[in-house]
């Protein structure tokens, strides 16, 4: 099935597919009985756990304390007990996990409750840093690294991306118009730790108009935010390509935002900033969408990091024609799920499911040399070279052509008219490179 057709200078426009949940409010999902927490949900080194089997948690205790500066502490999402520490299944493959049963009382460690206002820079950075708080759009890169920019970088401008380009998903939808207040006062903290801050930009793609309103109107007494609406374009919500389209700033090649004075946070990472500073909250839930045509009754759910994917589509009432298959994000980016019983994590945005007609991809044949994958790619990759050196194991030479710069938006796999699965291919190719530098750097 041909799902969108080609954009002029990179990007594409596939089928939204947003109507099922996109009106949908927020309702809080069912907490199970037996919940799993991976120690690494952030991209760094897993965090380390602190907790033994038969261990009394509550909501908020650290579970696993961060190992080095780019990893992220992981803390418990309910009360109960610690039953086991073992390889699970999780979205990225086997991974040490710590398992709580839920003894259904919800007790909250004591700091979590209203703080007191903190203005020093260096009391902020550490609640977030204790927060175990990440990139909630799907980037999973701890968030208190990037609000404390390399030394000489100076950020005067915020990109808060509500663009929310995948299709299928709601949830950032739901938080901007359900928690505007708490994006904005989280803005405001944010700024306490970018004294040089002159413009902050909430970007939001044209087919959120009703975002669009309420943030426009949130934000009309601020002098420094303002609400940019974006043309609805596939990956509009990608760093790059929102530093370049609303700063006119380009990052290099393998460079940071910060290096062009821009810090871009997604909108339920600054909500979950806010939570942290002001209510002493360590990132244990969040909202995800739960779409696709065969579920019963999709819909935007506050989840408990941890709950099991079951879960959730129990939540939703289960299928009404079979799934044949289940995304841990959106068509584009997702990741397949072998396995549904693999737990929520903190950059989870959604859970789609296709049915046979939707995930049919077609059998894979020769390269017909038609560009169209070097057309759609936001960031001006070749995807078929990348792919034919790594499939002829030249890992040096994907490396050389940019497969690092590949922000996985999965355009060239989907415009592909012989199916090639250049997105998988490129993964897999980045994968090798990151094992081979950890290789060089042992
Ligand atoms: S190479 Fe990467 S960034 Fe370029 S289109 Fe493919 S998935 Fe997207
Ligand atoms: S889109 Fe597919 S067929 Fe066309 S050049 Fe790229 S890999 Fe080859």
Request: proline share 6%.
């Amino acid at each position: 099935m041909r799902l969108f057709f080609m954009g002029k200078h990179g990007g594409s426009h596939p089928e939204e597919n947003k109507d099922r949940t996109r009106n949908v409010g927020i309702t809080v999902a069912v907490v199970p009985k037996e919940l799993v927490f991976p120690v690494s949900m952030h991209i760094g080194k897993p965090a380390k756990p602190v907790v033994e089997v038969g261990d009394e948690v509550k909501i908020g205790t650290l579970l696993a304390e961060a190992d080095g500066k780019i990893s992220a502490p992981v803390h418990s999402s309910v009360s109960g007990k610690v039953i086991k520490i073992e390889k699970r299944q999780t979205q990225s493959g086997m991974a040490d996990c710590i398992v709580i049963e839920n003894d259904g009382k919800d007790t909250f460690i004591d700091s979590i409750k209203e703080q007191e206002e903190i203005s020093d820079p260096k009391v902020i950075l550490e609640k977030v840093v204790s927060a175990g708080i990440v990139g909630m759009g799907g980037a999973s890169f701890p968030t208190a690294v990037k609000l404390d920019p390399p030394p000489g970088s100076t950020i005067d401008t915020l990109i808060v991306n509500g663009a929310e380009c995948e299709p299928y998903s709601t949830s950032d939808y739901r938080v901007m118009l359900e928690h505007t207040d708490e994006i904005i006062k989280g803005i405001d903290v944010v700024r306490k730790l970018l004294p040089k801050l002159k413009i902050v930009y909430i970007a939001v793609e044209d087919n959120k108009q009703e975002a669009i309103r309420t943030l426009s109107d949130a934000v009309k007494d601020f002098t420094d935010i303002t609400v940019k609406t974006l043309r609805t374009m596939y990956p509009q919500g990608s760093e790059k390509n929102l530093i370049k389209n609303l700063t006119g700033r380009e990052v290099r090649p393998g460079g940071l935002p910060s290096e062009v004075g821009t810090l871009v946070m997604n909108i339920s990472t600054v909500r979950a900033v806010y939570r942290a500073v002001k209510l002493g909250e360590p990132l244990y839930q969040r909202v995800i969408s739960v779409s696709g045509s065969p579920v019963k009754e999709p819909r935007n759910l506050l989840v408990r990091i941890g709950t099991p994917v079951e879960s959730l589509l129990h939540d939703c009432g289960g299928f009404k024609e079979d799934p044949a298959k289940i995304l841990s994000g959106g068509p584009m980016m997702g990741r397949a799920l072998a396995d549904v019983s693999v737990p929520i994590v903190k950059a989870m945005t959604a859970i789609t499911v296709l049915n046979a007609k939707e995930a049919e991809i077609g059998e894979e044949s020769d390269c017909i040399m038609c560009s169209e994958c070097i057309n759609v790619c936001p960031v001006n990759l070749q995807p078929i070279l990348i792919s034919e050196a790594f499939k002829r194991g030249d890992v040096d030479k994907a490396k050389a052509l940019g497969a690092m710069d590949c922000i996985e938006c999965g355009n060239c796999s989907y415009i592909c008219p012989s199916k090639i699965p250049l997105l998988e291919n490129i993964r897999e190719a980045k994968a090798a490179i990151k094992a081979q530098q950890q290789k060089e750097g042992a």
